[in-house]
């Protein structure tokens, strides 16, 4: 069984999800900030962490990577294409005086099937807010994590350089609008959704026709 905890971490209060099961392995979804809510838990829990999951590179979601990988050894692993963003403002920080990212290394995720804590976890390439953004859904949890794709009846940013309206939407309606209708949405802000509500109620999937 998978359990999970959020955390409002950041500047732009960016959703962390820690997910555990019961053997007490766990790994955290953007840390994109001080990380010492979740190390707190990890360690009250006695959590081991073995990989820190990054859906894309921008600063408001990689900002507690190297603290958390310093504090616990776990490998951070996130898209490959996003790399040239931590050679960006956008990555690396001072993005509108935002702070300077800690700066790491990180393992290319590459999309396919893996297993995490135990499960398996269909990583799944979803680009248009980022070139590299990646969604992680696991079918045992019945949850996507889809960092800044898709939000309750709204979508990410595409304005930023790498981003694209027409492949967010493409990703979207071909990566996550199709799982089960029951599928909870864990975004990368705001509340959470499902793909049902997605369907139905996003306005910017209004002409999703491919049911």
Same mark, same amino acid.
């Given at each position: 069984m998978l359990y999970v905890n959020i955390f409002q971490l950041g500047p732009l209060e960016t959703n962390c999800y820690l997910v555990y099961n019961d053997a007490k392995e766990a790994v955290v979804i953007d840390p994109g900030g001080d990380p010492a809510e979740v190390l707190a838990v990890l360690r009250s829990q006695g959590l081991t962490l073995t990989h820190i999951l990054n859906t894309h590179l921008h600063f408001d979601h990689i900002g507690g990577n190297a603290a958390l990988s310093d504090a616990t050894g776990a490998e951070i692993l996130a898209g490959e294409a996003d790399r040239p963003l931590l050679s960006s403002e956008l990555g690396?920080?001072?993005?509108? =005086?935002? %702070?300077?990212? %800690? *700066?790491?290394?990180?393992?290319?995720?590459?999309?396919?099937?893996?297993?995490?804590? =135990? !499960?398996? /976890?269909?990583?799944?390439?979803?680009?248009?807010?980022?070139? =590299?953004?990646?969604?992680? +859904?696991?079918?045992?949890? =019945?949850?996507?994590? /889809?960092?800044? @794709?898709?939000? +309750?009846? *709204?979508?990410?940013?595409?304005?930023? %350089?790498?981003?694209? !309206?027409?492949? @967010?939407? !493409? *990703?979207a309606c071909s990566q996550i609008l199709v799982l089960p209708e029951e599928t909870i949405i864990y975004p990368g802000h705001g509340p959470q959704t499902d793909v049902r509500d997605a369907r139905e109620n996003n306005p910017f999937f209004t002409d999703f026709h491919m049911l």
């Open positions: 690396s920080g001072g993005f509108m =005086g935002f %702070p300077k990212t %800690p *700066s790491f290394s990180f393992t290319p995720l590459t999309p396919g099937t893996h297993t995490f804590v =135990g !499960e398996t /976890c269909h990583v799944l390439a979803t680009p248009g807010h980022s070139p =590299g953004s990646l969604s992680l +859904y696991f079918p045992v949890l =019945g949850a996507v994590f /889809c960092g800044d @794709l898709i939000f +309750y009846r *709204s979508v990410g940013r595409t304005d930023f %350089p790498g981003g694209d !309206e027409k492949v @967010l939407k !493409e *990703s």
